[in-house]
C-alpha cells in the first residue's frame, strides 16, 4: 500500500473508515496523482490498488478534475469513469480537500450512479406516455360519443329498410367504418387506462388456456406454442376480456417477428417484489405479484426500437399491417390494474414480455351460468339523463320505438326536478356518469332515499372508476359505444334484476 504521505501513515482506523464507504474514494496529491485509493474503487474500475498508485486521477475520470485544486470543494459533478477494460458508467464526482502540513491533498469520492440514471430514464418514459394517454383519452371519450350516435342511428335506419333497399348497402358500409373506428377509440382508451373495466378475481392460468385456443388460429402452425403455467400463481384482479386481449396483442407481435417459424411459449409464475427485486420498478408497490411473460424466438429487436414500444402508432410495420397500438393498449391495461410491463429484447435472440399484476387475496369466483335473453321491450317508464344531445336523442328514439316512455333531461339538476315533480315514480334511471354540474351518480344519491328505483349507467370513461367516484363495481353499466340491441337487452335485464 503506498502510504507515503505522512497523514496517511499507520493510522489504520482512517484506512478502515475508506474501506467502509459504498462510493469509491481516491485520494490524490495537487497535481491529480492518486496517492491512496479504497477497496471500492478497485471493486468499481478493476484495477488493482498498486497499479493505481501513481497514476493520474483521469486514467479513472477521463474528463474529469484535472486542475484539482486542493483547496476548492465540490460535490455532485455528473463525470464518465473509465474502467480498467475500456467501459464506461456514469458517476458523480465530488471533491474535498485534506490539509495538512504536508502537501495538500484531495479526496475525491466517486459514485456509481448508472442505477440512477436508469431510474430517471424509466421516469422519464413513464411521464412521456402519461401525456400521450391523457391526450388520446381525451380525443377517444368525445368520439366515442359520437361513435354511439352514428351506430345507433345507422342501426335504426338499417331496421327500417329491406335488403334490397338501395341504401342498405350504403349503411352498412356507414356502420362498419363506425365499428372500426371504435376498435381504434377502445384501444386508445385502453392506452390512457380509460377504458371501463369490469375487474374481478381471476386465475390467471384459467385465462391462458382458454386464449390458447384462440391463438392456436391467430399465429398458424408454423410457430409452436409452449405453455409452462405454475399452479402457485397467485389470482389477480382483472377484466378477463382485456387480459385474452393483451394475450393476442402479444402472440401477434410474435407471430410478425417469427416469419419463418418459431416458437412461442407462454409462462406463469409467482413473485414476490420488493426494492430489490431485479425487476422493481419506481411506483411499484411490494408484495406479491402474478407474472405472465411471453417469449419468443423471433427477430428481436435493436434498443432503438425498444425505446419507443409502448408508445401509440409507433410501428415498424409495413403501413396498413400495423397500426402500432397493440402494446400501447397492452401497457394501458396492465397499468391501469396497477402492474407493470418490463421487455427484454436484443436483435437475433427473441424477446420476452414479462407483466406484473398484484396479487389478491380474493377467491375466484364459479363460472356464472348465462342468463337467458329477455325480451328487449318494456312499457315502463325512463329517466334518460344525457348531456351529449346526440347521443341521448338516440336513447331516446331507441327506447320509445321498443315502447318505453322516456322523458328526458340534459343535465342532473334536470333530472332532479323532472323526479321530483312527477307524481308517479319512474321505474329505471338512465344516465351518464359525468356530467356538467352534478355528476349522474350524485344525483342518483339524491333521489334513492325519496324513491328507490333501478338505476343503469351510461359511460365510456374509467377515470371516475379507478378514482372511486365511478358507479360501484356492482352497479348496472352500459359501456360506450354500445349498439341499440345491447341498451335494449342491459335495460331489460336491469328492469328484470337480471343484470
Ligand atoms: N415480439 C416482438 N419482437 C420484435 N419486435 C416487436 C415485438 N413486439 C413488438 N415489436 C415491435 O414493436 C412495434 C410496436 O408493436 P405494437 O404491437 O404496438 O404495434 P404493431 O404490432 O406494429 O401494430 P398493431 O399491433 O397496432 O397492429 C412493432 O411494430 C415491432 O417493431
Ligand atoms: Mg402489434
Not at 105 to 112: K, N, Q
Not at 231 to 239: C, L, S, W
Not at 306 to 312: H, N
Not at 436 to 446: F, H, W
Request: hydrophobic share 40%; glycine share 8%.
Amino acid at each position: 500500500m503506498p502510504d507515503g504521505h505522512p497523514l496517511l501513515r499507520g493510522e489504520r482506523l482512517f484506512r478502515e473508515l475508506l474501506d467502509a464507504s459504498p462510493d469509491a474514494m481516491v485520494i490524490t496529491d495537487r497535481s491529480g496523482r492518486i496517492e491512496v485509493v479504497n477497496r471500492q474503487a478497485v471493486t468499481m474500475f478493476g484495477y488493482t490498488a498498486e497499479e493505481l498508485a501513481g497514476s493520474p486521477v483521469e486514467e479513472l475520470v477521463p474528463e474529469g478534475p484535472t486542475a484539482v485544486q486542493p483547496t476548492a470543494e465540490e460535490s455532485g459533478r455528473e463525470l464518465e469513469a473509465r474502467r480498467k477494460d475500456g467501459t464506461t458508467f456514469p458517476c458523480e464526482v465530488s471533491l474535498s480537500p485534506l490539509v495538512s502540513d504536508d502537501a495538500p491533498l484531495v479526496i475525491a469520492t466517486i459514485r456509481d450512479i448508472t442505477k440512477r440514471h436508469q431510474l430517471e430514464e424509466q421516469f422519464q418514459q413513464a411521464q412521456k406516455l402519461e401525456a400521450i394517454g391523457r391526450l388520446a383519452g381525451g380525443i377517444a371519450h368525445d368520439f366515442n360519443n359520437r361513435l354511439t350516435a352514428i351506430l345507433g342511428y345507422a342501426d335504426m335506419a338499417l331496421a327500417q329498410l329491406n335488403p334490397s333497399h338501395p341504401l342498405w348497402r350504403d349503411l352498412q358500409e356507414i356502420k362498419t367504418a363506425a365499428h372500426r373506428s371504435s376498435t381504434l377509440t377502445r384501444q386508445l382508451l385502453a392506452f390512457s387506462r380509460r377504458q371501463v373495466l369490469r375487474v374481478e378475481a381471476v386465475s390467471l392460468n384459467d385465462v391462458v388456456r382458454q386464449t390458447d385456443r384462440l391463438l392456436e388460429r391467430v399465429i398458424g402452425e408454423q410457430i409452436t406454442r409452449e405453455l409452462k403455467l405454475d399452479e402457485a400463481v397467485p389470482a389477480i384482479k382483472a377484466d378477463t376480456g382485456q387480459l385474452e386481449q393483451i394475450l393476442t396483442n402479444l402472440a401477434v407481435n410474435a407471430k410478425d417477428a417469427m416469419p419463418d417459424g418459431g416458437c412461442l411459449t407462454i409462462e406463469t409464475h409467482a413473485a414476490d417484489m420488493t426494492r430489490h427485486h431485479p425487476d422493481a420498478r419506481p411506483g411499484m408497490a411490494d408484495g406479491p405479484y402474478a407474472v405472465l411473460s411471453v417469449t419468443d424466438s423471433g427477430h428481436g429487436m435493436t434498443r432503438t426500437v425498444r425505446d419507443k414500444i409502448f408508445e401509440p402508432f409507433y410501428t415498424t410495420k409495413a403501413p396498413g399491417e400495423g397500426t402500432g397500438l397493440g402494446l400501447a393498449s397492452v401497457y394501458g391495461i396492465v397499468k391501469q390494474l396497477k402492474g407493470h410491463v418490463g421487455v427484454s429484447s436484443e436483435p437475433g435472440r427473441g424477446s420476452t414480455f414479462r407483466l406484473y399484476f398484484p396479487a389478491t387475496d380474493e377467491a375466484v369466483p364459479a363460472v356464472r351460468p348465462s342468463v337467458p335473453e329477455a325480451a328487449a321491450v318494456g312499457r315502463e317508464r325512463v329517466l334518460l339523463v344525457e348531456d351529449e344531445s346526440g347521443l341521448r336523442s338516440l336513447v331516446f328514439t331507441i327506447l320509445t320505438r321498443h315502447g318505453y316512455r322516456v322523458i328526458e333531461a340534459d343535465t342532473a339538476e334536470a333530472g332532479l326536478q323532472l323526479a321530483r315533480r312527477s307524481d308517479q315514480p319512474f321505474d329505471l334511471i338512465l344516465t351518464d356518469v359525468v356530467l356538467p354540474g352534478l355528476s349522474g351518480i350524485e344525483m342518483v344519491k339524491t333521489l334513492q332515499p325519496l324513491r328507490a328505483t333501478n338505476v343503469l349507467y351510461m359511460t365510456g370513461y374509467s377515470d371516475l372508476v379507478i378514482e372511486g367516484r365511478g358507479p360501484a363495481e356492482s352497479d348496472p353499466l352500459i359501456v360506450k359505444p354500445f349498439s341499440a340491441q345491447e341498451l335494449l337487452r342491459t335495460v331489460r335485464n336491469v328492469l328484470d334484476g337480471a343484470a
